[in-house]
């Protein structure tokens, strides 16, 4: 390798990387606004797993509470949320999903932190 494209490489390097990070960040958030769109109010929490998949966390009423999104806490209806946040996203993105006593959506929700 020449000196000369030495240069070349690490500049290519350095526009590659956050061009690939966007494009995943987008990716994710593209993916989970397709799933959220098919969750509905008085679907299961099963359903919901079927569609989102896993959620990263669950908040239960009068457990602890998820704040990176400065949301007001689970209380009823919600008896638990689930949370799915795309987790390389710079802006704190994250869908939530309320569940009610009787295991089916109360509420949904997307976040976006400013």
């Given at each position: 390798m020449t000196a000369r494209k030495v240069p070349r490489i690490v500049a290519g390097i350095i526009?590659?990387?956050?061009?690939?990070?966007?494009?995943?960040?987008?990716?994710?958030?593209?993916?989970?606004?397709?799933?959220?769109?098919?969750?509905?109010?008085?679907d299961t929490e099963q359903q919901v797993i079927d569609v989102m998949g896993k959620p990263a966390d669950r908040e239960t009423a009068g457990g602890p509470r998820q704040t990176k999104y400065g949301v007001a806490a689970c209380t009823a209806p919600c008896m638990q949320r689930l949370w799915y946040p795309n987790s390389i996203s710079l802006a704190g993105e994250a869908w939530s999903v309320d569940i009610g006593s009787d295991g089916h959506v109360v509420n949904d929700d997307h976040i976006t932190s400013p």
């Open positions: 526009v590659l990387i956050p061009a690939l990070y966007f494009t995943s960040c987008s990716l994710i958030s593209g993916q989970r606004a397709r799933a959220f769109e098919q969750v509905h109010v008085g």
